[in-house]
T-cell receptor
Framework: NAGVMQNPRHLVRRRGQEARLRCSPM?????VYWYRQLPEEGLKFMVY????????ESGMPKERFSAEFPKEGPSILRIQQVVRGDSAAYFC????????????FGPGTRLLVL | AQRVTQPEKLLSVFKGAPVELKCNYS??????LFWYVQYSRQRLQLLLR??SRESIKGFTADLNKGETSFHLKKPFAQEEDSAMYYC?????????????FGKGTLLTVNP
């Protein structure tokens, strides 16, 4: 089992561009979580998805950010019109279920906005 | 609101010395506490959780509800313990998937 995969590992964007971050959960996992880690900060929960459903997006900024987990393919975190403050590490985690299940983390995507 | 505080950004000890990484939390309900570790060039991984009461790689952590602490301890540190350690909290029961992390402590074990 290759574990949670994220790509790209590093992403550079100019202000105003779009950033698309991909996450493939571990085999057999149907629950995906996205976290953001700003410089010098801890990871902060953004969104929790199951296949084709957003379960909890309480940690997502109200504008420019969206997430999906389609029936086929990876989960996508999309940031439109990026600003310098979006520069951060974005981590994806997955679990087989929800209740008291360990979350397995991917290696993260480091986004740098110039 | 839930919050996790790790007061030490950096901690340096010598091999064989005891180590304690501090974690304090604030949460009005009944929390579940975790320690995650990230070794150099590796991904974040779960080290231990308080409900399992396990000792992993010689590390233990006891939940002290009176002091709202969940300090991580090891009696004899090893060089391979050098890593970034994050304390995390979630609520027990519903919405327990939402982890809140501290800022982390970078542990360096010197030979």
């Amino acid at each position: 089992n290759a574990g949670v995969m994220q790509n790209p590992r590093h992403l550079v964007r100019r202000r105003g561009q779009e950033a698309r971050l991909r996450c493939s959960p571990m085999k057999g996992h149907s629950h995906v979580y996205w976290y953001r880690q700003l410089p010098e900060e801890g990871l902060k929960f953004m969104v929790y998805l199951q296949k084709e459903n957003i379960i909890d997006e309480s940690g997502m900024p109200k504008e420019r950010f969206s997430a999906e987990f389609p029936k086929e393919g990876p989960s996508i975190l999309r940031i439109q019109q990026v600003v310098r403050g979006d520069s951060a590490a974005y981590f994806c985690a997955s679990s087989p279920g929800q209740i008291e299940e360990t979350q397995y983390f991917g290696p993260g995507t480091r986004l740098l906005v110039l | 609101a839930q919050r996790v505080t790790q007061p030490e950004k950096l901690l340096s000890v010598f091999k064989g010395a005891p180590v304690e990484l501090k974690c304090n939390y604030s949460y009005s309900g009944s929390p579940e506490l975790f320690w995650y570790v990230q070794y150099s060039r590796q991904r974040l991984q779960l080290l231990l959780r308080h409900i399992s009461r396990e000792s992993i790689k010689g590390f233990t952590a006891d939940l002290n509800k009176g002091e709202t602490s969940f300090h991580l301890k090891k009696p004899f540190a090893q060089e391979e313990d050098s890593a970034m350690y994050y304390c995390a909290l979630s609520r027990s029961g519903g919405s327990n998937y939402k982890l809140t992390f501290g800022k982390g402590t970078l542990l360096t074990v010197n030979p």
